[in-house]
């Protein structure tokens, strides 16, 4: 059935792909000038990505029983993290 906590996930599983391809386009634009940050940053996007893909699977729609560690927190962690590191190249890239 669909909820609209399942399509708030669905949408923000939509606007992950999107922002892949936005972010993909950025680089051939600037060149490859920021390649390894945003090559990072869309890391960070699919660890979103997954953790909601994640969540409708095993939360929302009940498809397959849940594993018992939480792959989801696990998700965000590592996609934060993504986005620490690109931060930080970001900036280092700034400073030059």
Known sequence: MLTPVLVIDFIGIAIGLIAILTVNN????????????LKVFVGGIVCMI??????????????ISAPPVDIH????????????????KFAQMASV
Request: net charge positive; charged share 10%.
């Open 26 to 37: 950025l680089n051939k634009v600037l060149a490859g000038k920021l390649s390894g940050a």
């Open 50 to 63: 997954f953790a909601f893909v994640y969540t409708v699977i095993f939360t929302r729609l009940k498809l």
């Open 73 to 88: 927190h696990l998700l965000m962690t590592f996609g934060m993290l993504f986005f620490i590191v690109s931060a930080k």
